[in-house]
Structures are given as C-alpha cells and as structure tokens.
C-alpha cells in the first residue's frame, strides 16, 4: 500500500514570493491534515479536511494561507505571500476518517508523509 | 486546555543500554490515546506505539514500551536494547476531542535522543 506522498521535499523561496505544497494521501482516506512544524518543535495542525470539506481550520494564518482539497482527495497548500517566519517543515498525514472507534481507539490513526522543508530568505 | 509536556530536550544513552523519554499530559476528557513518533533527520513521522485511555495493560511494541500512570497523567517511552539507528527526534502526542469524530492530535515539544556507540 502507497504511502502519503508529499511534494516537492524541499523548497527555497525569498520572502513576499508565493508557494503551493502538494499532498496525495493514502487512497480511501478521507481525512487529510496540514501540520506545520517550525525548527525545534512539534508539529502544529494547520487545517484538516473530511473528505473535501474543511473540519478545523482555527490556526491556518487565514489572511496569508490557503488549503483545498477539492476532490476530496489530493490537497494543496499555498501560502502568499511567504514571510520570514513561514520557514518550516510542512507535513501532510491522511487517516481513515470512519465512525468507529472514538478517541481512545486506534481506529483513525493518522499516517504521516515525508514533509516539505521551506526555507523563506 | 489539553497540553504534553516533554521536559527533556536532549537525552544521551550508551548503545544495548535502555532509556526513558519523559512525556505527561493535561486533559479533562476521559477518552484520549496517546502515541510516541520518531522523527529521524530525513524528516518523516514513524509510529511507535499507542496507549488509549483505557486501556489497563501498558502497550508494548518490539523494544518500544509505553509506561503510563493515569493517576500521573504520564505516558513515558522505554526503548530497551538502544541501537545507534534510534538517534532522532521523539514526540508524544494526544489525541483529543476535535471537529470531527477522528479527533486532533496535539504535540509536545519533543526530545533528541543520541545514541552513543
């Protein structure tokens, strides 16, 4: 079974330029996230998606980042424009997304990708 | 608000010895799971092991063992036997009631754990 795939792996842009991150999730999975893990600390949920609606957007920065997952399957992140402090490893996981299992289970597991490293000069 | 703390930034161990990586958590709900990844330098998340609430019996997984004390609300990885491929970046992580009914996970800070030979 695939992975989550995550391209591209690494990306060097100068501040104030645009860029999209591309995330293909397991298939059947209908749940997706964006996690964005700054240098040094753990990874924070920036968006997740059940199937092509989004379920939690309350730390995307609105006014600079865009996700969609329009198909309700692969998704794109986009930021623009990029500041300084966007410098960061963005991670993409996808889990089944079902009804089972509640919160104590393992049921829904999330898989993560590889990541993007983006470095903003 | 629910939080993990990993208190230890940075952890040395000798190779074949084990090691204990510290992990507590702050939660008012009664349905949880905890997990622990190894982030190694090429940058992807692996799993390791998953404890849910209540679950009584402490989860093991190969060299992985999560020891958790509820009353403590502590969830620490044991990793028995290190090897030198165990150098990486560990986090704990807690799933929690979230927007939907897969929840949301939310992470410590995590530790760099060394493995010397």
């Known amino acids: 079974e695939a992975g989550v795939a995550q391209s591209p792996r690494y990306k060097i842009i100068e501040k104030r330029q645009s860029v999209a991150f591309w995330c293909n999730p397991i298939s059947g999975h209908a749940t997706l996230y964006w996690y964005q893990q700054i240098l040094g600390q753990g990874p924070k949920l920036l968006i997740q998606f059940q199937n092509n609606g989004v379920v939690d957007d309350s730390q995307l920065p609105k006014d600079r980042f865009s996700a969609e997952r329009l198909k309700g399957v692969d998704s794109t992140l986009k930021i623009q424009p990029a500041k300084l402090e966007d410098s960061a490893v963005y991670l993409c996981a996808s889990s089944f997304g079902g009804q089972g299992g509640g919160l104590a289970g393992r049921y829904n597991e999330q898989f993560f990708g590889p990541g993007t490293r983006l470095t903003v000069l | 608000a629910q939080k993990i703390t990993q208190t230890q930034p940075g952890m040395f161990v000798q190779e074949k010895e084990a090691v204990t990586l510290d992990c507590t958590y702050d939660?008012?709900?009664?349905?949880?799971?905890l997990f622990w990844y190894k982030q190694p330098s090429s940058g992807e998340m692996i799993f390791l092991i998953y404890q849910g609430s209540y679950d009584e019996q402490n989860a093991t997984e190969g060299r992985y063992s999560l020891n958790f004390q509820k009353a403590r609300k502590s969830a620490n990885l044991v990793i028995s036997a290190s090897q030198l491929g165990d150098s990486a970046m560990y986090f704990c992580?807690?799933?929690?009631?979230?927007?939907?009914?897969?929840?949301?996970?939310?992470f410590g800070q995590g530790t760099t754990l060394q493995v010397k030979p």
């Open positions: 939660t008012s709900d009664q349905s949880y799971g």
């Open positions: 992580a807690m799933r929690t009631p979230g927007s939907s009914n897969t929840g949301k996970l939310i």
